[in-house]
Each structure stands twice: as C-alpha cells, then as structure tokens.
C-alpha cells in the first residue's frame, strides 16, 4: 500500500469528463468529442444507484481483455475530526488487506496472484481509494472478495497492534525526509482548526497511541466504510450489464450508515505566519511560500484561474524557474503543490536551495512573482498555449483502462460523477487574464499567507530575514 504525503512539487492537473447516463437508460454508443463540445474525456459511462447509496460508475474502454477496478471511499484524514484521533484513514489502507470473514489474507493473495492481479491503495486528505487491475474474466472473483472485505472486515487486537506499529514505523521513515517534514509543519502552522492541519500520517503523538485504540478503530470503520461515501469505478473491457449485476450480487446486501461528520471550518487566517524546522543532520534548505487559497469548483473560477496561473508563474517555463534554477543557479527545484481539494487548500510554493544564504533573496523573488500577477494581465496567447498543454498533457495520458481509471478517481471524491471533468476544463477554457489577475488580489494576500523553511541546525535568524516587504 502506499500513501499519498502531497509533497510533490509538479502541479496537478485536473482530470476529465463524459456525458452523464440517466439512471436506468442504456448506454449510449460512444462518440468521439466534437471540437465545439470541447470535452476531454471521449468515452461513455453510465451511472447506476443502488437503494443503499452505493454508485457504479461503468465506462467501457477499447482496451481488449483488461478491467480496472477502482473503488473510492470519500474518507481521508479531513474526517479525522476527534482530538487525538488522526491517522486512521491511512490506517484502514492497511487494515483491509487484513482479511475479512470469508476471506484470509492468504485465500485473498492467492486469488489475485492467480488472476494476476495488481492490487494497491492510497490515502489522502479527501479520499481512500482501493485499485486493482485484471483479466476481464476474474471481474466476478475480484468483486466477490472486494465486497467481502467491505461489508466484513475483521481483526483482532493483537493485529490491530500490529498494524499499529507497522504505521509508526512509515511515519518515522518518512519523517526521514526533510520536504515530507516541511510539508508537515506548514499544515499544522497554516490550520488551526480544519483537519488539514495533520497530513495523512496524521500526528506522530496520535500515531503512537493508535496500539491503544482498537475499539475506536472499529468505530472509525462503522462509520465511514458505508455505500452512500463509497464509489465503484469499473473501466476497461466490460458491459454496463455485468458491471452492474456483479455490484448488485456483491454489493447489494452492504448497509446504509447514519454517521455524518461535522468537519470544522478554518476561520479567516488575520495575520502572515511564519515557522522553521531545524534538521538535526546534513541537508540542502527548503522554502515553502503558502498562501490560503480556494477548494476544488467545476462552478466557481477562482480554482481553476489559480491552477493556470500555477503554471505560468511557477512552472519549468516560468520567468522566476528559469531565473532560479538556470540562469543563476541558487536552487535545484521550484514547484507547486496545489490539488483540488473539498475544503479551501494552499497554493503552495516550494523550493530547495543550494545554500541557506540565499534563503532572504529566494523568498522575495517568489513573493516578487506572487505580487506580480495581482496586478499584471498574463497575455492571451500565453494563456491560450498553457490551456492547450494542459487539456493535450492530460488528454495523453489516458492511454489505458488502469490509466482512465486512475485519473477519474479522485473527481469521484469530490463530486462522484465524471461530469464534473467535463465542466471542469469548459470553465478553464472560460477564463480570462482578468480572471486570473483578479482571484490572484483576492487570495495573494499578506494575511493569507504561511512561510515555512528548513535548514541544518540553528538556520532560523538568516532564513527568515525577509529581502523585501
């Protein structure tokens, strides 16, 4: 299993759409995306609801002899809201490839290993996803021992403890890497209140007391392991009317909850916040500039305005990357973490320096370039050429079923239906350089933002020394 930790440094580009399947209808033969209609994402799906709350999502993929099966849970750490409870989304990634009632682990990686399967998990702020890739006609076996583990998960507390340990370990592993603790005290330093202030590890106190809390494990399960927050996505060579059959057969019987969180909202951010990280060994500085910025809309502008700025501003074309990493050589990296969110996100800058000394004049250049664009119109043909690499990188990238599947999960978090793609990259391409200049004055503000740095030993006093207002 692996974990999503959110310290990459690339932009990530949204995903795509298709024309959404009334509720009972058959499916439509598929129809290549006309340039008027603009749609990215060319092939048919079709929609189906079961009583219980569970969606199927089916989009047959000309991809002979294959099936991607993606299952998405809407449980990430933002729904760790207890105190003292954080970690356990990641948790459950590992806790259900511990059997279930019907099925060993054993019996379980014998029947995947048989069909030659791939099968793996992640977990992120939003969302738990559940991934396999197989022989069309294992899809029954496949469905059979997912639908088990889903509705009958079951261990007991000298595994739990286990497991508990196993976590701790990853955390201490990843703790290893000095931008995965960057990440980490610039989310718990920029929310106060949101669950976005622990990553998907969550906090190492809460992690260590996770050997105690089997009962509470149980109860995170109960809740959130439901069909109205979970998702099937089944892509590749298949029929609406198997797919469909064989979630109603293995699926059909799961239970609707009753649980909903409250997840509470981060208060208005009244002042710059600024925070370093000493690392006890030999390392290059890191410098992360965040700025408070809005959640995933396929309605609103703002998101998506930000996403094309990203690029522009910060990408391997951009005047500050190619001044920074190229010409004058005082870092090795420049980039963006910005994904598409439920609740509002940072816009998150994030560099690597070859020398602490640069820290106060890297930190104004990026400022520099943040307080550029609230004020500077991005020429059209620039904003034209970003929009057709996004729409033709993405586009490209969807060169199989595991590969269409893996791009529509996470828009299945957010909104449970691939039509928000669709929506999602029309409303890119409604935006204009005033747009973009105008969601930059509303979220570039002094207020808004979190300056976090890393360097060996005691770096504090030269990293934060500002070259500029």
């Known amino acids: 299993m692996k974990t999503l930790l ?14 959404q399947a009334k ?25 189906d609801d079961l009583p219980n709350g569970l969606r199927l999502v089916t989009v047959p993929a000309d991809y002979p002899n294959l099936v991607a099966l993606y299952i998405v849970v809407q449980t990430g750490s933002r ?3 207890e105190p003292g409870k954080s970690g356990y989304a990641h948790f459950f990634e590992h806790m259900m490839f511990r059997g279930s009632r019907n099925v060993t682990p054993a019996q379980r990686d014998d029947i995947l290993e048989r069909a030659g399967a791939s099968s793996n998990a ?4 939003d969302r738990t996803v559940y991934h396999e ?4 006609e294992d899809l029954d076996e496949v469905m059979r021992i997912e639908g088990d583990r889903f509705q009958t998960l079951q261990y007991a507390e000298p595994e739990y403890k286990t497991e508990a340990l196993a976590v701790l370990g990853e955390y201490n592993k990843n703790s290893a890497n000095p931008a995965s603790k960057l990440f980490e005290k610039l989310r718990e330093t920029a929310f106060r209140t949101h669950t976005y202030s622990h990553t998907t590890m969550g906090f190492i106190k809460d992690i260590e007391d996770m050997p105690n809390q089997y009962q509470y494990s149980l109860d995170f399960y109960k809740r959130y392991y439901r069909p109205e927050y979970t998702t099937i996505l089944v892509v590749g060579d298949v029929t609406r009317q198997r797919a469909l059959a064989l979630t109603r057969q293995h699926f059909g019987a799961w239970e609707r909850g009753a649980y909903k969180p409250t997840i509470p909202a981060e208060p208005a951010q009244t002042e710059p916040r600024e925070a370093h990280v000493e690392w006890p060994s030999a390392t290059l500085p890191y410098l992360a500039v965040a700025f408070r910025a809005p959640a995933y809309s396929d309605e609103n502008k703002d998101k998506v305005a930000l ?23 005082k870092v090795d990296s420049v980039g963006v973490s910005f994904g598409d969110r439920v609740d509002p996100e940072l816009f998150t800058v994030q560099t690597r320096l070859k020398k602490v000394e640069d820290m106060p004049y890297v930190r104004e250049q990026i400022l520099a370039t943040f307080r550029r664009y609230t004020t ?26 595991e590969a269409i599947a893996g791009a529509l999960a996470p828009y299945l978090a957010l909104r449970r239906t691939p039509e928000t793609m669709n929506k999602l990259f029309a409303l890119a391409d409604s935006v204009t350089p005033a747009d973009i200049r105008d969601a930059a004055r509303r979220y570039f503000m002094d207020n808004n933002r979190t300056i976090v740095t890393l360097s060996q030993g005691t770096g504090r006093q030269t990293a934060n020394k500002e070259g500029g207002k």
């Open 79 to 81: 729904n760790e809201i």
């Open 133 to 136: 890739l197989f022989s069309k």
């Open 23 to 47: 509720r009972g209808a058959p499916p439509k033969k598929a129809k290549p995306a006309s340039a008027n209609q603009r749609k990215i994402f060319p092939y048919n799906y079709t929609i």
């Open 376 to 401: 500077e119109l991005i020429p059209q043909q620039k904003l034209d050429d970003t929009r057709s690499r996004r729409r033709y990188g993405f586009a490209q990238a969807m060169d199989s079923s």
């Open 122 to 125: 992640y977990t992120t702020d």
């Open 307 to 329: 996403d094309l700025l990203a690029a522009i501003a910060f990408g391997t074309n951009s005047e500050l990357y190619q001044r920074l990493v190229l010409k004058e050589q």
């Open 6 to 19: 959110l310290v990459s440094l690339l932009l990530c580009l949204p995903a795509v759409g298709l024309a």
